[in-house]
């Protein structure tokens, strides 16, 4: 499956009787409340002795990615674009590679 596969599937499951700022903070909200699902099955694993699940971080980050599809679809914003946003930004931050001194003097 491609991410435009996924993308187009997202959109079909999603309620369309939402207007853009409903379906915006939607979006934002179910992927913040995801993420911290995902943290939450970490958190479980460092402080109350659990192993790693990996099937539900797996299932954690279809979420993740559901609603960040959704958010980026539903303001357009392509993930090609998100990613060359990201390269170039990683670049100068970090021109020569990830550098302790950098991180922590940026």
């Known amino acids: 499956m491609t991410y435009n596969e996924f993308a187009e599937d997202?959109?079909?499951?999603?309620?369309?009787?939402?207007?853009e700022d409903n379906h915006?903070?939607?979006?934002?909200?179910?992927?913040?409340?995801?993420?911290?699902e995902l943290i939450d099955s970490i958190k479980k694993v460092y402080f109350q002795g659990?192993?790693?699940d990996r099937e539900k971080i797996t299932d954690e980050l279809g979420d993740v990615l559901f609603y960040f599809a959704y958010l980026s679809e539903t303001l357009g914003i392509r993930i090609e674009k998100i990613m060359?946003?990201?390269?170039?930004k990683r670049a100068k931050r970090y021109p020569n590679g990830f550098e302790v001194e950098r991180s922590v003097n940026r």
């Open 10 to 19: 997202v959109l079909s499951t999603i309620n369309h009787g939402l207007n």
């Open 50 to 52: 659990h192993a790693y």
């Open 84 to 88: 060359e946003y990201n390269v170039a």
């Open 24 to 36: 915006i903070l939607c979006g934002a909200m179910g992927l913040a409340g995801e993420s911290g």
